[in-house]
């Protein structure tokens, strides 16, 4: 375990199993659509998941990246900037917005939006984590992996200050690294 990190919170195995998991349910939801299946990952938590999901997807599906920005250490600033752009159109093709957390709501639901406003057909959202208790806006996740407390959690894509992304666990960074 590394030094910084209080405990594992899901462990690297339990990660694998869940994406299996939800990797079939995104199969059999999306297998009878006409439509295109674009998975839309926001960097740069959501690039492990995205790399472990797409194993079990058995879909002829594309997927896309933004950069969004709403967090300054351990909060989110509510001003949701957009660093980087959908490299292609989205027009009438199924969303599926692949997110490492789902926290206050407020990226999600403007990046909802937005991807509404481009004219996605449907856009649905598939998060990792999702931790209800801080949720500050109408917004949920149609496919959770693991539904947390409210704890500050580092790993697998997750950061503090861009640092621990790499760990191939979710774990929980001790309190004195960041109060």
Known sequence: MHQDVK???ISEEEIENKCKELGQILTDHYKDSDKQL???????????FLARLIKYIDLDIQYDFMDVSSYAGTETTRDIKILKDLDRSIVDANILLVED?????????AIIRMLHNKGANDVKVVTLLDKPSRREVEVYAEFIGFEIPN????????DFDE???????????KDELYM
């Open 7 to 9: 405990s594992i919170l």
């Open 38 to 48: 674009i998975l839309v990952a926001l960097l740069k938590g959501s690039v492990p």
């Open 101 to 109: 957390i789902v926290d206050t709501g407020h990226t999600i639901q």
């Open 151 to 158: 704890l500050f959690v580092i790993g697998f894509g997750l």
């Open 163 to 173: 640092r621990y992304r790499q760990l191939p666990y979710v774990g929980i960074l």
